[in-house]
């Protein structure tokens, strides 16, 4: 089946078709670009990432949103990103267990991913996952990361609105919050809010939110309250992400996130497929005179630039 066949499949909602888009982009070279590149003009969707420190209620809270969000008629594409995964088992398949309670519904579709060292890394394929989901008519896709290193944050810029989810008991350790997780905040939850603690974290994350200045460009984020196991709170937090959404349509941040985002997009591609070209037979000498000091890399970058350009 050709690339542009498996899109027209996976467009008129075959989640088969999806599945094996996904596995296919991941892979990624040439097969994966002609797939994207038939999907690209579809995929339209408001992409929520959500991010926190582990065990903080990401997955549970992913699956109480996605409920919420099909009570209201909306169907709901998950991706859950476990980066320190090298196989998809442990913690991906526990959440594939307590996602279940979606399971069966053919408005949902649920994907983990796991960093299988591909070039370009966690976040390229994640963008790419979430770009063939879209494209397959999912108006929404809920992104969940952990909220550690520099692949979690690219996630997190990709995504439309971002929920940072904490937890009571931070006491004086609020400093704990990574200043890059306040900024990247569209909504906060505390969830566990059926644990001790939780009016004094929240006061706290609002004191941070203040000192840190107002908000970002005239949207002042949220603190709320989940109890993720019950579904309590889910649906004020589904209010405020389709408040951001009404937000980013009524200015222009959104036209201007979409160009940045673009941008990104467009390095990562030229970065690909110039390393992809330039890694013929002097790479791998290159590679060892610039060890040895023989060469330095920026000569050796533009000796592969001019050949390649010969
Ligand atoms: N008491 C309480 N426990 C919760 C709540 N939400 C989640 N949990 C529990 O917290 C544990 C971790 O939940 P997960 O949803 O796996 O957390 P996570 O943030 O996805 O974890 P990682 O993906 O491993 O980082 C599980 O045992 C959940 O049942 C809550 O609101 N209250
Ligand atoms: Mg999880």
Redesign the pocket.
């Known amino acids: 089946m050709s690339e542009h066949d498996l899109v027209t499949r996976l467009r008129n909602g075959e989640r088969r078709a999806l599945a094996r888009a996904i596995s296919l982009v991941e892979q990624g070279g040439p097969p994966a670009r002609a797939i994207l590149a038939a999907a690209y003009p579809y995929a339209q969707a408001h992409r929520v990432g959500i991010t926190?420190p582990?065990?903080?209620?990401?997955?549970?809270?992913v699956t109480a949103l996605a409920l919420e969000w099909r009570k209201r008629g909306v169907p709901v594409g998950i991706v859950a990103v476990d980066p320190s995964s090298p196989f998809s088992g442990g913690?991906v398949l526990?959440?594939r267990i307590?996602m279940q309670a979606l399971g069966g519904d053919p408005g949902v579709f649920i994907r983990s991913m796991a960093n299988r060292g591909r070039m370009g890394g966690l976040a390229r394929a994640t963008a790419d996952a979430v770009t063939l989901i879209a494209a397959a008519g999912f108006p929404l896709v809920l992104i969940?990361t952990?909220g550690a290193g520099q692949d979690e944050v690219d996630i997190a810029q990709a995504a439309d609105t971002t929920i940072v989810?904490e937890v009571p008991g931070m006491g004086d350790d609020v400093q704990s919050i990574k200043a890059g997780m306040l900024e990247i905040a569209d909504v906060f939850v505390v969830?566990?809010?059926?644990?001790p603690g939780v009016e004094q974290t929240v006061r706290q994350l609002r004191t941070m939110l203040q000192l840190g200045g107002t908000s970002q460009e005239g949207w002042s984020p949220p603190v709320l309250t989940?109890?993720?196991?019950t579904g309590e709170g889910c649906d004020q937090i589904v209010d405020a992400v389709e408040r951001h959404r009404q937000f980013l349509t009524t200015t222009d941040l959104q036209a201007r996130r979409a160009l940045a985002a673009a941008e990104r997009e467009l390095s990562a591609a030229v970065h690909e497929l110039i390393l992809e070209r330039l890694r013929g037979p002097r790479w791998a000498a290159f590679i060892s005179e610039i060890a040895s000091r023989r060469r330095d890399p920026y000569a050796a970058a533009i000796a592969l630039l001019n050949g390649a350009a010969e």
């Open positions: 926190g582990p065990g903080a209620g990401k997955s549970t809270l913690a526990g959440d307590r969940e952990v989810v969830n566990k809010a059926d644990r989940a109890i993720a196991t």
